[in-house]
């Protein structure tokens, strides 16, 4: 098997190296950032530690690949499947994990139809740090169940849901409006009872009320969450904003959360 990773970032790596360990024969990575002397360091010294060749373009990375995974940021869904397009052959997978609206995978697919590749569908449940390449990721499209077993056969765990386009993504997404939304809240809810000093009454009120959760160190972890992916989950929520537009519902609860998300990148001690 022979898999091409198409963003070469936290997701990318995690996935590049598993799969090699666990036996792709060749992988080859590509990622925009590496035309960044001074951002590229990183991944570059990675690469080299586990033997993933980096590539010059897109498109010197896809030649000759089984699997083509995309993984960059929901934003980009659009632009790299476009220019995908241009270097696709017939019979490869396209695998698109990023976190988009299941209007935008929808368009993806279609443009990716006509090069003769199979664009699949796939929604990464849960974050990819710690169960690595054994991440639960929904398949969705004609393809999906064929693709699975090539793929879990080398330790990935990826569940055909639907031949349709767009169902997968919008099970992702719906689950996003809730976890995302859930550490926005409890971020500024923490950080106002610390700055009025009545954490203890607070954390004890909703300890009360929902026993089973550890409040207070579910705040501190998804501070962390937030702190580390806060961009990227962002931009997420920009994409169920989308979606739940797409529905004619009002968006406005999902951009707060993006926003919060984007601004609580990066910040120490949250």
Same mark, same amino acid.
């Given at each position: 098997?022979?898999?091409?990773?198409?963003? %070469?970032?936290?997701?990318?790596?995690?996935?590049?190296r598993?799969?090699?360990? /666990?036996?792709?024969?060749?992988?080859?990575?590509?990622?925009?950032?590496?035309?960044?002397?001074?951002? !590229?360091?990183?991944?570059?010294?990675?690469?080299?530690?586990?033997?993933?060749?980096?590539?010059? !373009?897109?498109?010197?990375?896809?030649?000759?690949?089984?699997?083509?995974?995309?993984?960059?940021?929901?934003?980009?869904?659009?632009?790299?499947?476009?220019?995908?397009?241009?270097?696709?052959?017939?019979?490869?997978?396209?695998?698109?994990?990023?976190?988009?609206?299941? =209007?935008?995978?929808?368009?993806?697919?279609?443009?990716?139809?006509?090069?003769? #590749? %199979?664009y699949?569908?796939?929604?990464?449940?849960?974050?990819?740090?710690?169960?690595g390449?054994?991440? /639960?990721?929904?398949?969705?499209?004609?393809?999906?169940?064929?693709l699975?077993?090539?793929? =879990? #056969?080398?330790?990935? =765990?990826l569940?055909?849901?639907?031949?349709?386009?767009?169902?997968?993504? #919008?099970?992702?997404?719906?689950?996003?409006?809730?976890?995302?939304?859930?550490?926005?809240?409890?971020?500024?809810?923490?950080?106002?009872?610390?700055?009025? =000093?009545?954490?203890?009454?607070?954390?004890?009120?909703?300890?009360?009320?929902?026993?089973?959760?550890?409040?207070?160190?579910?705040?501190?972890?998804? #501070?962390?969450?937030?702190?580390?992916?806060?961009?990227?989950?962002?931009?997420?929520?920009?994409?169920?904003?989308?979606?739940?537009?797409?529905?004619?519902m009002?968006?406005?609860?999902?951009?707060?959360?993006?926003?919060?998300?984007?601004?609580?990148?990066?910040?120490?001690?949250?």
């Amino acid at each position: 098997m022979k898999i091409t990773l198409i963003g %070469y970032g936290e997701v990318g790596q995690i996935f590049a190296r598993e799969l090699k360990a /666990q036996g792709a024969t060749s992988l080859r990575a590509f990622d925009i950032v590496l035309g960044d002397p001074q951002i !590229s360091a990183q991944h570059c010294a990675a690469a080299a530690q586990d033997g993933i060749h980096l590539c010059a !373009s897109a498109a010197e990375a896809g030649e000759g690949a089984d699997v083509v995974i995309s993984a960059v940021t929901a934003d980009k869904v659009k632009e790299v499947a476009t220019q995908a397009a241009t270097w696709l052959k017939a019979g490869q997978y396209f695998l698109d994990v990023n976190s988009a609206a299941p =209007n935008t995978k929808r368009e993806a697919a279609g443009i990716v139809a006509p090069t003769g #590749a %199979y664009y699949v569908e796939g929604a990464v449940m849960a974050p990819v740090p710690g169960p690595g390449i054994k991440v /639960q990721i929904l398949g969705g499209g004609p393809k999906a169940e064929e693709l699975a077993p090539k793929l =879990n #056969a080398l330790g990935m =765990n990826l569940t055909p849901v639907a031949s349709e386009y767009g169902r997968a993504s #919008a099970m992702k997404l719906c689950r996003s409006i809730m976890i995302k939304g859930l550490e926005a809240l409890i971020v500024d809810c923490a950080k106002a009872a610390k700055d009025w =000093n009545v954490e203890r009454e607070v954390f004890g009120s909703l300890d009360a009320s929902y026993p089973s959760i550890d409040w207070r160190k579910l705040s501190v972890d998804m #501070a962390e969450r937030v702190r580390q992916h806060g961009v990227r989950r962002g931009a997420e929520m920009r994409e169920a904003a989308a979606m739940v537009a797409d529905l004619g519902m009002m968006n406005e609860l999902e951009l707060a959360v993006a926003g919060a998300q984007t601004r609580g990148a990066g910040k120490a001690g949250m």
